[in-house]
């Protein structure tokens, strides 16, 4: 029988190879010393972050956490790539973007320590907090988007998840609308491989996550997750469509959680140390830091400097946070309604101010 | 003034929030050229056009959650649920985002929503089209949740859900949208929510009921009329928050209380109604509080379904029981 091929293939693009030597020519502002150490140093603040939120966890200062250890290179490519018109609906692993968008440190601290004020984000008001139950957050990010078309307003959602999240139902359904009604949705997969102790194998026989988003009719591409450059490239890329009213665009970052999955969890159940070494090697600081030193004169002075500074202010806004007394009691209600109904405004009696 | 059916009323709700406010917005199955099956937003697609009156994909988890997105940036959506029996893809963005982001982000972002959703039996539907699912959904805190009893009472509640800062859940019972009609002047204005309606002031027995059932108590209310019991007569109208203070009030002056619905009984609201009442009002009580529920039981298929609906003869039955009491 005559058959036709509907065809498809999903690229994968990389600048900087795992001991960060340029794989063929980098894009502009890849090539502007500025702007990379601006990206570096924002992946080692989330680090630095990242250290002390378990550090705070470990100690009983903090609550269960969500490290982004290895994966730093997303959420600091993602966020560089956006503007104040776009609006970020975020997984529980992204810290590394709600910093670069202006969420504070404090607020992090504030928020991973169980205080709901951590997100009321002094900045980037219009983003949303971290999406806690796994894929919700999809359908938001088309609903934004769809309000943005409403309104003429500009700028576009950027919504991002784990590899796991793309088993879900809310991940097909809302990329499913972003390509019936063309809505400005850049779609982000973190895939560090392991949804909790369920490998990336488990979740789908599909060979990529990216290839999810044809059957949707939007396009989908891989990138190498680790590759800051790359991840802000393919990013700017996917957000300059959408806001030209090209529509949607699914982005898989190719990654690795070299972490537990929160400080609840002990990896050592479930995967070797042998292959969480080996990825070490592939981990985005290094790269990103051989080719600052070997293109840009980035010096063990420069390196010593802003490890301190980043160390200072992560221990500044720890004392802010471990100084910041909870709310009152009534606080659980404040906020429930705009304006209290009868019977929560009872509630404030009983709770009293304390 | 216009005689209007539930279901007209409500397309008039929709339309005038329409042209009071650009941020309104509907999207559900179907309820774009098609008007929706049961022909609410009829027309709407045509007046308002295709970017106002949405057909979105058959996928209700999502609609319930691009609501909350839309609604967390400036959108007033109002978001069609075929029938409530397909309702529960959407409790996990009822119940972990629509009900919480105001209170998660301390005010900053908020959700001013309205999911609606034909509702209960009564009409030799489908399966899986005739559940009664309020209670669950009055357990979400943060949600409102409301159910009309007329179509006045629909024009005024739906545009009050609609212009409401927060998430309101609108289950219309569809046995009523074309079972009767009353005057409804499209004046805009809306009823409050939160707030029963006494329909009918009595000194020996207080009667809640919702929805649907409403037509069986105010039946019942006549007939017990003629045997000399007055009958206080609360539509609740709004399901959550409950109105407590004017069913404790009603309960205080006669001592006795029904309460109807359409759900199954076990953990049903009339249960919440009667902890109240006894946790307020014992020593107003003279006999033990009755309720008259659904079965507990899965939803009969449309040959049975009349067996499991509560009506004016059971209503009657509990009244006269608990007159006998004291």
């Not at chain 1, 692993?93 to 504030?110: D, T």
């Not at chain 1, 949804?195 to 949707?216: D, F, H, M, N, Y």
């Not at chain 1, 050592?268 to 042998?274: G, N």
Request: proline share 5%; charged share 20%.
């Amino acid at each position: 029988m005559p058959t036709r091929s509907a065809g498809f293939q999903i690229n994968c693009s990389a600048f900087l190879d795992a001991v960060g030597k340029p794989i063929g020519d980098l894009p502009k502002f890849a090539r502007n010393k500025d702007i990379l150490v601006a990206l570096y140093s924002a992946m080692v603040k989330t680090r630095t972050f990242d250290s002390k939120a378990i550090a705070l966890q470990r100690t009983g200062q903090l609550g269960t956490y969500a490290s982004s250890l290895g994966q730093e290179a997303i959420g600091v490519g993602v966020a560089s790539a956006m503007t104040d018109d776009d609006v970020f609906v975020p997984s529980f692993r992204e810290h590394g973007a709600q910093l670069w968008r202006g969420v504070s440190l404090e607020e992090l601290f504030l928020y991973w320590g169980g205080d709901e004020r951590g997100n009321d984000f002094a900045k980037s008001r219009q983003d949303f907090p971290v999406c806690i139950p796994v894929a919700s957050q999809f359908p938001h990010a088309a609903g934004v988007a769809l309000a943005k078309v409403q309104k003429g307003d500009p700028g576009a959602a950027v919504v991002v998840a784990g590899d796991g999240a793309t088993s879900k139902g809310d991940f097909y359904e809302a990329m499913n609308v972003v390509g019936a009604w063309n809505l400005p949705v850049v779609f982000v997969i973190n895939n560090n491989q392991w949804a909790i102790s369920v490998p990336r194998e488990g979740q789908t026989a599909a060979k990529t996550l990216a290839q999810k988003a044809i059957a949707c009719g939007i396009p989908g591409e891989q990138v190498d997750g680790n590759d800051v450059i790359a991840v802000q490239a393919i990013i700017s890329r996917a957000l300059t469509r959408a806001r030209a009213g090209k529509g949607g665009m699914l982005i898989e970052c190719l990654s690795y959680r070299l972490g537990d999955h929160t400080t609840a969890d002990d990896a050592s159940r479930y995967r070797e140390d042998a292959e969480v070494s080996a990825h070490w090697q592939l981990e985005p600081l290094i790269r990103l830091r051989n080719h600052l030193v070997a293109t840009h004169g980035w010096t063990k002075e420069d390196e010593q400097l802003l490890l301190r500074t980043c160390k200072k202010e992560v221990e500044a806004a720890t004392d802010t946070y471990l100084a910041t007394a909870p709310e009152p009691a009534r606080a659980m209600f404040d906020t429930l309604f705009a304006k209290a109904p009868a019977d929560v405004a009872a509630l404030f009696e009983e709770v009293g101010n304390g | 003034m216009a005689e209007l059916t539930m279901i007209e009323a409500i397309r008039t709700a929709l339309s005038r929030a329409m042209e009071e406010d650009p941020d309104v917005i509907i999207f559900g199955e179907d309820v774009g050229i098609d008007g929706g099956v049961f022909r609410a937003t009829d027309g709407l697609f045509q007046h308002f056009g295709s970017s106002r009156v949405r057909d979105t994909p058959l996928s209700e988890a999502l609609i319930a959650g691009m609501a909350v997105g839309a609604a967390a940036h400036g959108l007033r959506p109002v978001a069609e649920i075929q029938f409530s029996g397909f309702i529960y893809p959407t409790l996990d963005q009822l119940a972990n985002h629509a009900s919480r982001l105001r209170n998660r982000t301390r005010g900053r972002l908020t959700c001013p929503m309205v999911l609606r959703a034909p509702y209960g039996g009564g009409i030799k539907a489908p399966e899986h089209h005739s559940e009664s699912i309020e209670a669950m959904l009055a357990h979400i805190p943060g949600l409102r949740v409301v159910i009309p009893s007329t179509p006045a009472r629909a024009y005024g509640l739906l545009l009050a859900a609609i212009r409401d800062p927060d998430p309101v859940v609108f289950l219309e019972p569809k046995r009523l949208y074309r079972s009767t009609s009353e005057a409804v002047e499209d004046t805009g204005e809306a009823l409050p929510l939160d707030k029963a309606f006494v329909l009918q002031e009595g000194t020996d027995l207080t009667i809640v009921a919702w929805g649907a059932m409403i037509k069986g108590a105010t039946e019942a209310t006549l007939q017990l009329a003629e045997s000399g019991i007055s009958v206080d007569l609360i539509d609740l109208a709004t399901l959550k928050p409950i109105d407590r203070a004017t069913i404790r009030a009603s309960v205080e002056k006669t001592g006795r209380c029904v309460i109807v619905h359409e759900a199954p009984l076990t953990a049903g609201l009339g249960a919440e109604i009667s902890a109240d009442l006894a946790e307020h009002c014992l020593t107003s009580l003279l006999a033990p509080i009755k309720r008259v529920a659904g079965y507990d039981t899965v939803m009969p298929y449309l040959r049975l379904e009349a067996h499991y609906m509560p009506d004016t003869a059971h209503i009657i039955d509990a009244a006269r029981n608990v007159m006998e009491f004291s």
